[in-house]
Nanobody, 124 residues
Framework: QVQLVESGGGLVQAGDSLELSCAASGRTFVGLGWFRQAPGKEREFVAAIRWSGSRPRYADSVKGRFTISRDNAKNTVNLQMNSLKPEDTAIYYC???????????????????WGQGTQVTVSS
């Protein structure tokens, strides 16, 4: 059974840091992505990485502030979020892709499995 379990969300102030973690299990994955959805908005791409830990990619809105990485020992994919802004407030979802691609996808429709989401709230 495939499971994606996010953790690490919370309430922080603008400028603070937060790290999200996604524990993925149940089958072999090719790519892992983080997406977010704010109230009244569509789900948007945040970052993605190959399961091997290579080829990280980021949305322009988070480039330079967020870092996605793979922890082989814990079998997780983490999202380190620095210099958080109120506009980063959203539910953050972890997603897994099982297809080989030249680089991790930024399209939510390319992802086969999703976690339940974790809330990140950034106050001004």
């Amino acid at each position: 059974q495939v499971q994606l379990v996010e953790s690490g969300g919370g309430l922080v102030q603008a400028g603070d840091s937060l790290e999200l973690s996604c524990a993925a299990s149940g089958r072999t994955f090719v790519g892992l992505g983080w997406f977010r959805q704010a109230p009244g908005k569509e789900r948007e791409f945040v970052a993605a990485i190959r399961w091997s830990g290579s080829r990280p990619r980021y949305a322009d809105s988070v480039k330079g502030r967020f870092t996605i990485s793979r922890d082989n020992a814990k079998n997780t994919v983490n999202l380190q979020m620095n210099s958080l802004k109120p506009e980063d407030t959203a539910i953050y979802y972890c997603a897994a892709d099982v297809r080989y691609r030249s680089s991790p996808s930024s399209y939510y429709s390319d992802y086969d499995y999703w976690g339940q989401g974790t809330q990140v709230t950034v106050s001004s």
